[in-house]
């Protein structure tokens, strides 16, 4: 007979990994051994894709190359591009990104291969092509016409300008930068668990990735951003206290609260609040930021729990002028990077992932023909 389950596999070691690691009561976040306080803000997100998928920080050179792979890999596929109108018209902008992900798997040249080299050409297309989806979905659900991407300009970047049709000034750049690369991997997350048991099966990476985005869409997971956006325009700024104890009194989550790692403050949440203060200052209009800062003080008093990464995200994401029902695939846009690397190292690797359950329905049930039912 099998063990009791461990609800929620809460405190279970899933998996061996070298990408990242969580000190959940020391509130600290490592890629591959750097401290997120070491990369946020210095580190770009192609430097930390690169560190992620290919094992290491690059020099100027391999920069240079892996950026110009980038380049040439958003190209988008026939059959995904011919499909955005609709799918535009019909789902919500995570649905959208699962199928245009789905389908662009239909047009990748190594779409056949699980080998190292593929996979490592798989990950580098997939990260450049996705803000170039989300971009193009929004582009045709709103009627208007998405800017090229520039090739002189990063990722970060070229989303801002796809997104928001303006050219971002340089402090906007570098902060939406920064939240990528802070969004980028986090350990044995339900998205990346998702994506690593799709890859034991010796399944495809945009398999893996398409489980991963359905994933990360829920609101307890990736969701959550979107949902703290709702919830701060949802109060009024004079009520935010009487509102976060009543939701809480009434026994509702607050959205962008409570991690299942972090005992204490989400290394990440530190750098966010910084971000959508300074956003805040100099938009000339700091409601959210002073609405987030006391939802943070009253949750805190009350139940003693800590912002996660997707609370000061949301308020960051609006200062950036991002949709908000864009704000999820922000995520999976950064958490491409860490997702393509786990089934890499996956495959790298591999064993069937198949836990055990705990049998709790009835037993010795008799049979009945459907007359006698
Ligand atoms: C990128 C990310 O995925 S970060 C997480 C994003 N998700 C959210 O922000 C959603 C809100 N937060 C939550 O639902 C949870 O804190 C999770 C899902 C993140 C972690 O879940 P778990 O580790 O399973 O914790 P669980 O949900 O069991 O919470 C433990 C206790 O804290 C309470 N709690 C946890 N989070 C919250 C919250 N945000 N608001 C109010 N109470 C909360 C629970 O009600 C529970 O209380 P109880 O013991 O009295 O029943
Ligand atoms: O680790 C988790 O459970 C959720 C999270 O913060 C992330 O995926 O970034």
Wanted: proline content about 5%; aromatic content about 6%.
């Amino acid at each position: 007979m099998a063990d009791k389950p461990t609800k929620g596999l809460a405190d279970v070691v899933a998996a061996s990994t070298a990408l990242s690691d969580i000190d959940g009561k020391a509130g600290r976040l490592f890629y591959r051994g750097y401290d997120i306080h070491d990369l946020a803000g210095r580190a770009t997100f192609e430097e930390t894709a690169h560190l992620l998928q290919r094992g290491k920080l690059p020099s100027r050179a391999e920069l240079a190359e892996f950026g110009a792979e980038l380049v040439r890999g958003r190209e988008l596929g026939s059959l995904v591009s011919a499909n955005i109108p609709e799918i535009a018209e019909k789902q919500k902008p995570m649905e959208a990104l699962r199928s245009l992900v789905s389908l662009s798997g239909a047009d990748d040249l190594d779409k056949d291969s699980i080998e190292p080299d593929a996979n490592l050409r798989k990950a580098a297309r997939l990260t450049a092509q996705q803000p170039l989806l989300v971009a193009r979905y929004h582009a045709a659900r709103t009627g208007g016409r998405t800017p090229e991407p520039d090739a002189e300009l990063n990722i970060a970047a070229n989303f801002l300008l796809q997104v928001t049709g303006r050219m971002p000034e340089r402090r906007e750049i570098e902060i939406f930068d920064a939240c990528l690369v802070l969004h980028a991997d986090h350990t044995m997350n339900a998205s990346t668990f998702a994506a690593r048991v799709c890859a034991a099966t010796l399944s495809d990476m945009h398999s893996a990735i398409v489980a991963a985005i359905g994933t990360l869409k829920g609101p307890l997971h990736g969701g959550a951003n979107e949902q703290v956006m709702k919830t701060l325009e949802s109060i009024s700024p004079s009520g935010v206290a009487q509102a976060v104890r009543d939701r809480l009194a009434a026994g509702e989550k607050i959205m962008g609260f409570g991690h299942r790692v972090y005992k204490t403050e989400d290394p990440r949440a530190t750098h966010l609040r910084k971000m959508s203060q300074e956003l805040a200052e100099a938009s000339g209009d700091d409601t959210y930021y002073r609405m987030s800062k006391e939802m943070e003080e009253v949750v805190f008093e009350t139940k003693g729990l800590y912002p996660n990464v997707d609370f000061y995200a949301a308020s960051v994401y609006h200062y950036l002028g991002i949709p908000t029902d864009l704000f999820t695939p922000v995520f999976s846009i950064s958490r491409m990077s860490g997702w393509t690397a786990h089934v890499i190292e996956q495959h790298a690797d591999n064993r069937l992932i198949r836990p055990d359950s705990e049998y709790i329905g009835e037993r010795d049930q008799k049979w009945k023909p459907i007359e006698e039912r």
